[in-house]
């Protein structure tokens, strides 16, 4: 089982809806999530970071964290097509001293 | 600018042939990284520097050498690249190992 997983995809969603990105992870002391958003040929880029159980809003970006299931999510509301890109989710755990990345989810917003 | 800078950013050389690619940040952060890029297995971390002569391997550290004698700068070296080393290869830094990763703009490396 990899320590963190992602459905890699394409998620295919038309523009100006929600597009829902989830991720698992397999170490139950990790304590700091990111997701990031890498287009092709870029480099990754944060969009947000989660620390605790519950919900982060952030513009039309919603993370969103369940430790005890041990999953992390992105909602993008109003979803445009520049938001067409691989999305990486990442955990940092304690004791490690590195994030550990998803291997991504591609999203697809169709004009 | 706050940034993290590489060099080359593409790279195409032989077997055997020693290279180093460089990685620079101007934002006083302590720690910095190596990862590599493949499809289907994500960014996976090469090595690892916490500060000035401190450096601790990451999940793939195997053909892969790193120096970091001064804060700013954390380079690669490949001491004899192979061809399963052709990757596309991001360093990063942060202030604190919690923080957001900086990442650098990307190396693309080809080893025939």
């Known amino acids: 089982q990899k320590e963190v997983e992602q459905n890699s995809g394409p998620l295919s969603v038309p523009e100006g809806a929600i597009a829902s990105l989830n991720c698992t992870y397999s170490d139950r002391v990790s304590q700091s999530f990111f997701w990031y958003r890498q287009y092709s040929g870029k480099s990754p880029e944060l969009i947000m970071s989660?620390?605790?159980?519950g919900d982060k809003e952030d513009g039309r970006f919603t993370a969103q964290l369940n430790k005890a299931s041990q999953y992390v999510s992105l909602l993008i509301r109003d979803s445009q097509p520049s938001d067409s890109a691989t999305y990486l989710c990442?955990?940092?755990?304690?004791?490690?001293?590195?994030?550990?990345f998803g291997s991504g989810t591609r999203l697809q917003v169709q004009p | 600018e706050a940034q993290v800078t590489q060099n080359p950013r593409y790279l195409i050389t032989v077997t055997g042939k020693k290279l180093t690619v460089t990685c620079s940040q101007n934002m006083n952060h302590e720690y910095m990284s190596w990862y590599r890029q493949d499809p289907g297995l994500g960014l996976r971390q090469i090595y690892y520097s916490m500060n000035v002569e401190v450096t601790d391997k990451g999940d793939v550290p195997e053909g892969y050498k790193v120096s970091r004698k001064e804060k700013r700068n954390f380079p690669l070296i490949l001491e004899s690249p192979s061809p399963n080393q052709t990757s596309l290869y991001f360093c990063?830094?942060?202030?604190?190992?919690?923080?957001?990763?900086?990442f650098g703009p990307g190396t693309r490396l080809t080893v025939l």
């Open positions: 989660i620390y605790s159980n």
């Open positions: 990063a830094s942060t202030l604190s190992g919690n923080n957001e990763q900086f």
């Open positions: 990442a955990v940092k755990s304690t004791g490690r001293r590195a994030l550990t």
